[in-house]
């Protein structure tokens, strides 16, 4: 067992403040201000430590505390390190008024409270307590509800969390870290991030939330002040071109679903059917026994050759139902010109007689 003892307390300062030789033992403990004290086995403070009137910051962590100090008289306290101790409740802060940072980290703590009344608190360390097995770290809503006005920093890694929706009233948070837990739910992170509008470092590393797809991608574009997550930074280049990316993204997504809409409800925009009985860019044929055939588009030459072969079907020529078609044309050339040769064969033989 080691109890803190005056003797203990002259060897924990600073070399600034060394004890004199004419200096008196009470007026030296009430000009220290900074108190080294950490991994010395204390186990036990006492009141000697209320000698040290002018104390503001005193590091005791690395001991074996089995409680919080009663430091009712260091009523200047504005920094107090107690982490990696034995500490399984959270007392003795009532009079630390001026408090501003508590680090607790790293005992056996397993309820947030009994700091009503440290209305100046900017920053709360209460990682990795070694929690029974199967509880995770509570939070009492009447400390929560005096963080509210003032925390910024919070530091709650690895206490079996699977849900922080109680800590939303904390808007002053700049900081928040909550690795090794067991958080899995990104939609009440986006909740949070929409009230922490001052948030610029959030670490959420070793959580069941990490293995979600692009789940780095989606905090990125849910906030606008996060400069680092899980220890990386976000620079605004990334972040912008991961918000063109999703709105790119969704403006896919949305004209997809309008496709699909319309064609569930008959209402897509189809060309019009054409009526090939009234079509006139194509020439048209009746084919025997009155059944109408349209042309397939073929080469000119091949073209021509069914036109002029369709000419000898009987009927053709007087079933088409427009002006006369290039088929009855090529048809009546030839009558013409067999016709002009006879002529010219009879005048030959005239002549010749």
């Given at each position: 067992m080691?109890r803190?003892?005056?003797?203990l307390i002259a060897r924990?300062?600073s070399g600034?403040?060394k004890?004199k030789r004419?200096?008196s033992?009470?007026h030296?403990l009430?000009k220290?201000?900074?108190?080294?004290?950490?991994d010395?086995g204390?186990d036990?403070?006492?009141d000697?430590?209320?000698l040290?009137?002018?104390?503001t910051?005193l590091?005791?962590y690395?001991?074996?505390?089995?409680k919080?100090?009663n430091?009712?008289q260091?009523?200047?306290?504005t920094?107090l390190?107690l982490?990696?101790?034995?500490v399984?409740?959270?007392?003795?802060?009532?009079?630390l008024?001026?408090?501003t940072?508590?680090?607790?980290?790293g005992?056996?703590?397993?309820?947030?409270?009994g700091i009503?009344?440290?209305e100046?608190?900017?920053?709360?360390?209460?990682e990795?307590q070694r929690?029974p097995s199967?509880?995770?770290?509570?939070f009492?809503?009447?400390?929560?509800?005096v963080l509210s006005r003032?925390?910024q920093?919070l530091?709650?890694?690895?206490?079996?969390?699977?849900?922080?929706?109680e800590?939303?009233?904390?808007?002053?948070?700049?900081?928040?870290?909550?690795?090794d837990?067991q958080?899995?739910?990104?939609?009440e992170i986006?909740h949070?991030?929409?009230?922490w509008r001052?948030?610029?470092?959030l670490?959420?590393?070793?959580?069941?939330?990490?293995?979600?797809?692009?789940?780095?991608d989606?905090?990125?574009?849910?906030?606008?002040?996060?400069?680092v997550?899980?220890g990386?930074?976000?620079?605004d280049?990334?972040?912008?071109?991961l918000r063109?990316w999703?709105?790119?993204?969704?403006?896919?997504?949305?004209g997809?679903?309008?496709?699909?809409?319309?064609?569930?409800?008959?209402e897509?925009?189809?060309?019009p059917?054409?009526?090939?009985?009234?079509?006139?860019?194509?020439?048209?044929?009746?084919?025997?026994?009155?059944?109408?055939?349209?042309?397939?588009g073929?080469?000119k030459?091949q073209?021509?050759d069914?036109?002029?072969?369709?000419?000898?079907?009987?009927?053709?020529?007087?079933k088409?139902g427009?002006?006369?078609?290039?088929?009855?044309k090529a048809?009546s050339?030839?009558?013409?010109?067999?016709?002009?040769?006879?002529?010219?064969?009879?005048?030959?033989?005239?002549t010749n007689?």
């Amino acid at each position: 067992m080691v109890r803190l003892t005056i003797d203990l307390i002259a060897r924990g300062t600073s070399g600034y403040t060394k004890k004199k030789r004419d200096e008196s033992m009470e007026h030296f403990l009430k000009k220290i201000t900074h108190l080294y004290l950490e991994d010395r086995g204390i186990d036990e403070v006492g009141d000697d430590l209320s000698l040290c009137r002018n104390l503001t910051v005193l590091y005791l962590y690395d001991n074996k505390l089995a409680k919080v100090p009663n430091l009712s008289q260091n009523a200047n306290l504005t920094h107090l390190y107690l982490q990696n101790n034995e500490v399984s409740k959270m007392e003795c802060f009532a009079n630390l008024r001026r408090l501003t940072k508590l680090y607790i980290g790293g005992n056996a703590i397993t309820v947030v409270e009994g700091i009503e009344r440290l209305e100046m608190l900017q920053e709360l360390h209460i990682e990795n307590q070694r929690l029974p097995s199967g509880e995770k770290l509570l939070f009492d809503p009447r400390s929560l509800a005096v963080l509210s006005r003032s925390l910024q920093v919070l530091n709650v890694s690895g206490n079996n969390l699977d849900t922080i929706r109680e800590l939303q009233c904390l808007t002053g948070l700049t900081q928040f870290m909550a690795n090794d837990n067991q958080l899995r739910d990104l939609k009440e992170i986006a909740h949070l991030l929409e009230t922490w509008r001052r948030l610029w470092r959030l670490e959420l590393a070793d959580n069941p939330i990490c293995h979600k797809p692009k789940y780095k991608d989606r905090i990125i574009i849910m906030s606008n002040t996060i400069e680092v997550l899980d220890g990386k930074e976000i620079t605004d280049t990334s972040r912008q071109f991961l918000r063109n990316w999703a709105a790119s993204k969704l403006k896919k997504k949305e004209g997809l679903s309008r496709g699909s809409t319309l064609i569930s409800n008959g209402e897509t925009e189809l060309p019009p059917v054409r009526d090939h009985r009234n079509r006139n860019d194509v020439p048209g044929f009746m084919m025997p026994g009155g059944a109408s055939y349209i042309m397939p588009g073929l080469p000119k030459k091949q073209f021509e050759d069914i036109l002029a072969r369709s000419s000898s079907l009987p009927n053709s020529a007087n079933k088409l139902g427009r002006e006369e078609t290039l088929g009855s044309k090529a048809h009546s050339d030839l009558s013409t010109t067999k016709k002009r040769r006879k002529k010219k064969h009879k005048k030959v033989a005239i002549t010749n007689m």
